[in-house]
């Protein structure tokens, strides 16, 4: 006499987090979490936890391949169109949608076809915004943590307009801040001591102009990149201007910089307000313009957060833990 058989099936468990990269959750998922119950009735056969900008998922590995599929199909199109309606969320997520995501969509101008990288484009809603805003207002503060691509993005509008002939010159400027040695006991020459300081400007400037090019505009002075110093006494005039690292300013350089603004020029202020390596007690310029300037007609603000950051993916992680200290 044959005996049944019992055959035991063992389905293993996966984990996985999903990050929605550059993405207000709150936008993402609708009011009062709308999509988000949508999505996990969906995928009701697997364990969705939403947390911030991490989703936390358990289940079959196969099944969270696909949930990750549309996820990721979902804010590609909500970084494309800045949008996302319900009737755009349930064609992604019951079907084919790639068609909407090949689409043209307004936000996906080219800022500009850099030389030693693919072409750059304003990546985040914020980065976006400081799009919009430049071509608004003649005096931005783009306000965030290290990596959400300010200094990039203002970078890059400072050249488009140079190409475009819309100014006649880039100048680009940072505070000699001694963060912890005197630049008289750093080697080299005067010139050498601020090369440091001054370096993440070069870098982003060879990303965007040839060698050649870029060798010729700094020869000619139509491209100037020098210590917030040098701006005294000085009128910058149909000039693309930005101030990078301007939470190291003090009140009277930042007074002194904003000052500098001729009738036609752009100015694009750029700072961390949590990185200020000024000494001792020493306020920030950054911070108290922002609050002396608020409200005044012809001045926006974009703020910047962890949302906005593109590089490594442990970054984010950093900022946030040091904020949850703060």
Known sequence: MLLPKVVIIIQYMAQKQIYLEGIDPIDFFGVNNV???KLKAVFNDLKIISRGTELKVEGDAERIGQLEEKIELLVR?????NRLTMDDFDEIIGGDASYKIAAPGPEEEVLLHAERAKPIKALTVNQKK??????????VFAIGPAGTGKTYTAIALAVRALKNREVRRIVLTRPAVEAGEKLGYLPGDFAQKLDPYLQPLFDALRDMIPAKKLMQFMEDNTIQIAPLAYMRGRTLDHAFVILDEAQNTTTSQFKMFLTRM??????IVTGDVTQVDLPG??????????????GIEGIAVVSFDERDIIRHRLVKKIVQAYDRIS
């Open 35 to 37: 999509r988000f119950n």
């Open 77 to 81: 199109f909500v970084v494309k169109f």
């Open 130 to 139: 400081l799009v919009e805003q430049s071509e608004l207002h003649d005096l």
């Open 262 to 267: 001729g009738p036609s020029a752009k100015f």
């Open 281 to 294: 007690k020493t306020r920030s310029g950054l911070i108290e313009g922002r609050k002396i300037l608020e």
